[in-house]
């Protein structure tokens, strides 16, 4: 099973230079050729058909610099069918940005649209959101919603981009990182420091705690039956009575003699817990997810802390058992925002969990092969980056014979195949990326993955394995192919993490984490951008699969914009973390 990779906290937290983003304070917006009102997050545009059919919204951002570029949202519906436009814009010039528009045109009557994309303003101040109309009885009375709720994936956004570190991002990259800001402001992880980097926000009792990468390794500094690291809260522990709490972690046992783990809710001035959140049975060296809801019980006052502890018998002293940081120490209030609902605990964790996960913009396909469905039902095959694209099967199948972690995409090398539609996410031009997967070959030849159509000009890139050496291949102009075969040589029934990565005009190759001899000097070459899909398992000659691997792929990963190395590394000893 994929954990949940969480981070206890919002990630990425980015400068939305709107004062009031979820509308609700009414010296912040104004309006033009019509009136506001403010309902419930919501502002309320009716235009008045007097002096103009274009009536608006106009939002007073904190500063928007003349000649910077910004990056706008915001989500907007009207009533009508009679509207020809819908945009938001900066007063100034509209910029290119990778085919998303930040107007819809003709939009429908009752739909919500989400308007974003760059801008550089030239002028004053302001941001407009706009319904636009043929003529001015048109635009009369007609209404324009605009949403400011975070729970309704509203608000309005203006980001600088110029001089920060989205100077690379598409369009389509910073709506991911507004959306999963949005999530993230519904829920608080009642535990600080989830990941346990500051131990100055937690209470040791017996234990200590070192970091290496994302695991936290919690060891007895003396002999006591019940270790334990406590979470302050600023919280009254009244506020949370008979309050449901979700409550999430990985673990694993590094000793014998761990009978349970237990999260518990401790008043501050008279002693009490809740029903008790325990697992027991851990096995030693085996990571176990630990998912618990409970109410949280009477007998506590004051203020409201959050224990984490273990039943040590027969008692140690150094090293007990590590955490996964990645997915971190949760603790949600449920009832605050689902009542003492009876929802199964996974479906809490998509809810209140998942909002916190290690968020990156740059991965812009993230394939497990290892989804969590009942028994007896189809194992869909799905995308975990934050972008979701659609991912068609043709045969493979995921299968726990050959798995890194869990289970993997079995490819046949008959005609077993995956297709995923062409995206501005996989046009990697002359940027850098990073491509890596975990690859089990039982036939040393084929084509691992690309957007190779060899009867048509489409040739984009592809990867493949010849007499068991990656070769990586790409084209300029669609046609005319540049390749390269690298060194190291594989061999059957063996798994290799595989990395495939461009980094400052080169392309590298890295096997279980050391650095090929052999390396590509790209320069400033530009991957041309094929409009075909992205295809796994094989290539296409003829409109057919050509030359289909027979191998098992487990966490095939795409990173657009970034080299994840460099030098050599130590491959990942976990699952990559889910991005929504």
């Known amino acids: 099973m994929i954990p949940f990779n969480v981070l206890s906290g919002m990630v990425n937290r980015l400068e939305n230079l709107i004062p009031d983003p979820n509308l609700t304070l009414t010296g912040s917006w104004g309006s033009g050729y019509s009136t506001n009102n403010i309902l419930n997050n919501r502002i309320v545009n009716t235009g008045n058909g007097i002096t103009s059919r274009a009536p608006y919204v106009v939002i007073y951002p904190n500063v928007l610099d003349n000649g910077t570029k910004y990056f706008l949202y915001a989500r907007v519906m009207v009533d009508t069918s009679d509207c020809i436009n819908l945009c938001i814009h900066a007063p100034g010039s509209f910029e290119g940005n990778n085919g998303v528009s930040t107007s819809v045109q003709t939009p429908a009557k009752d739909t919500w649209y989400e308007l974003y994309g760059f801008q550089t303003p030239v002028s004053d101040n302001r941001l407009v959101v706009q319904h636009v109309y043929n003529t001015l009885a048109d635009a009369n009375g007609k209404v324009m919603t605009i949403e400011g709720s975070p729970d309704r994936a509203g608000g309005v956004w203006a980001i600088k981009i110029t001089g920060t570190k989205y100077e690379n991002y598409t369009a389509l990259q910073m709506l991911a990182l507004v959306k999963k800001r949005m999530r993230c402001e519904r829920f608080g992880n009642l535990f600080k420091s989830g990941r346990l980097n500051a131990n100055d926000d937690l209470l040791l009792s017996g234990v200590s705690i ?107 002293i150094g090293e007990l058992f590590e955490i996964d940081c990645t997915y971190g120490v949760n603790v949600v209030d449920i009832t605050k925002r689902y009542g003492a609902s009876n929802e199964p605990l996974n479906a809490y964790c998509d809810i209140a969990i998942r909002p916190y996960i290690n968020y990156d913009p740059h991965t812009v396909l993230l394939l497990h092969g290892d989804e969590n469905y009942p028994e007896g039902n189809p194992r869909a095959i799905g995308d975990s980056s934050e972008y979701a694209h659609a991912v068609t099967s043709y045969g493979v199948e995921t299968s726990d014979v050959q798995a890194k972690f869990g289970r993997s995409l079995k490819f046949d090398g008959v005609d077993d195949y995956i297709s995923i539609p062409d995206s501005e996410l996989f046009d990697f031009a002359d940027g850098d990326f990073t491509i890596d997967f975990n690859g089990y070959f039982l036939n040393l030849n084929g084509d691992i993955m690309g957007k190779r159509f060899s009867t048509t ?22 046609s005319g192919i540049i390749s390269l075969t690298f060194n190291i040589i594989l061999s059957v029934n063996t798994f290799y993490h595989i990395a495939i990565v461009r980094s400052n005009g080169y392309i590298y190759l890295y096997i279980n984490g050391i650095k090929d001899g052999a390396y590509m000097d790209v320069g400033t070459d530009v991957i041309y951008k094929s409009e075909e899909p992205l295809v796994i398992g094989t290539s296409f000659v003829n409109g057919e699969p050509y030359s289909c691997i027979t191998a098992y792929i487990d966490e095939l990963r795409i990173t657009k914009g970034k080299a994840l190395w460099t030098e050599n590394f130590t491959p990942p000893s976990l699952p990559h973390p889910n991005m929504r």
């Open 210 to 316: 070192s970091k290496s990468a994302d695991i936290a390794t919690i060891s007895a500094t003396y002999a006591t039956r019940y270790p334990m690291i406590r979470s302050r809260t600023s919280d009254d522990y009244s506020n949370y009575i008979g309050h449901y709490m979700y409550s999430a972690l990985r673990i694993r046992p590094l000793v014998d003699g761990i009978n349970w783990v237990q999260i518990k809710y401790v008043g501050s001035i008279e002693p009490g817990y809740s029903s008790a959140m325990t697992i027991s049975n851990l096995e030693v060296g085996k990571w176990s997810e630990m998912t618990w809801k409970t109410p949280v019980n009477t007998n506590g006052t004051g203020v409201l802390e959050i224990e984490l502890l273990c039943d040590n018998e027969p008692l140690h």
């Open 457 to 478: 000009t489409e040739d984009s890139f592809y990867i493949n394995i010849v007499n068991g050496k990656i070769g990586m291949r790409y084209t300029v102009n669609g």
